[in-house]
């Protein structure tokens, strides 16, 4: 069973540009969850979709936005990138609801995002 | 609100000791516990999870977590520490009360075994 796939690896842009994150999560998983990791902060909840719904959203900027499709791959889209937006990326897919009954979330291997 | 904390950035320990990655916790209702590990250049992966039940929680490679409700704490441990282990752990927290809250992740514990 393939695991979660997250596209790009890497990644550098500029400050001021937009960049979209994407990830196929595990075949019936219907939940992704995303996750900003940085060395200072840890792991940051960003926000998790269910059936194409965004269920609950992490406390970050407007500038932070997703998605997830009928497939339920999902998109994350990161406009008007500022230098601290430089972290990886981390896509979570499960079965349930953000993990909630089992707490098994899946990861993917991340996007890590340069912004210079 | 729900919190975790990894009290230690680094821990060192050398191959064959035995290893403790600690974890205290702060919740409203009933915890759910979880440890996840990172190996560089990888996304987390599950280790163990604690729901109810014994206290002691056996995972993935040998680790295996004590729940102390007293102490609010959910150690990580492991009686012979490989150099494969070295990693990064974290330790979750969902507070059973919550509904579908997400995970609070701590900011992880960089676990280095010496040969």
């Known amino acids: 069973k393939a695991g979660v796939t997250q596209t790009p690896r890497y990644l550098i842009k500029t400050r001021g540009q937009q960049v979209t994150l994407s990830c196929s999560p595990i075949s019936g998983h219907r939940s992704v969850s995303w996750y900003q990791q940085t060395p200072g902060q840890g792991l940051q909840f960003l926000f998790e979709?269910?059936?194409?719904?965004?269920?609950n959203k992490g406390n970050f900027p407007g500038r932070f936005s997703g998605r997830q499709f009928s497939n339920s791959r999902s998109e994350m889209n990161v406009s008007t990138l500022e230098l601290g937006d430089s972290a990886l990326y981390l896509c979570a897919s499960s079965l349930d609801r953000g993990g909630s009954t089992t707490g098994e979330l899946f990861f993917g291997e991340g996007s890590r995002l340069t912004v210079l | 609100a729900q919190s975790v904390a990894q009290p230690e950035d680094q821990v060192n320990v050398a191959e064959g000791n035995p290893l403790t990655v600690k974890c205290t916790y702060s919740?409203?209702?009933?915890?759910?516990l979880f440890w996840y590990v990172q190996y560089p250049n990888r996304g987390l992966q599950f280790l163990l999870k604690y729901i109810t039940g014994d206290n002691l929680v056996k995972g993935s490679y040998g680790f295996e977590a004590e729940f102390n409700k007293s102490q609010t704490s959910f150690h990580l441990k492991k009686p012979s520490a490989l150099v494969s282990d070295s990693a990064l752990y974290f330790c979750?927290?969902?507070?059973?009360?919550?509904?579908?809250?997400?995970?609070?992740f701590g900011k992880g514990t960089r676990l280095s075994v010496i040969a």
């Open positions: 919740v409203s209702g009933n915890p759910y």
């Open positions: 979750a927290v969902r507070d059973e009360d919550s509904g579908n809250t997400p995970l609070v």
């Open positions: 979709y269910f059936s194409e719904t965004q269920r």
